[in-house]
């Protein structure tokens, strides 16, 4: 079994930059994929940034301004956030995909933009 707790979800100003961190226990392994999705109110849950073993992906939304990282030693990954806009307001949430049949998700970490 794997839990995954998420941490660093605050409020922003647009502009400004903010660090999700995800901390995984249990059985991790480098194989994993590990994940940020969001949801915002009234929108579907959608990808922001995924890394594997072999290559890391972005949303189009997210590009140039989120930068996803995993410690494989620590069993976690962080989300850098900069140049943060309206639009990224959302709950965040990390998700690790084991395979086909094998997946989980962190309870969120709310992230609000304002000035």
């Known amino acids: 079994q794997v839990r995954l707790v998420e941490s660093g979800g605050d409020s922003v100003q647009p502009g400004g930059s903010l660090r999700l961190s995800c901390a995984a226990s249990g059985s991790i392994l480098l194989s994993d994929t590990m994940a940020w999705y969001r949801q915002a109110p009234g929108n579907q849950r959608e990808l922001v940034a995924s890394?594997?073993?072999?290559?890391?992906n972005y949303a189009d939304s997210v590009k140039g301004r989120f930068t996803i990282s995993r410690n494989n030693a620590k069993n976690t990954v962080d989300l850098q956030m900069n140049s943060v806009k309206p639009e990224d307001a959302a709950v965040y949430y990390c998700y690790l995909k084991r395979n086909s049949l094998t997946s989980y998700w962190g309870q969120g970490t709310p992230v609000t933009v304002s000035s």
């Open positions: 890394v594997s073993a072999t290559k890391t």
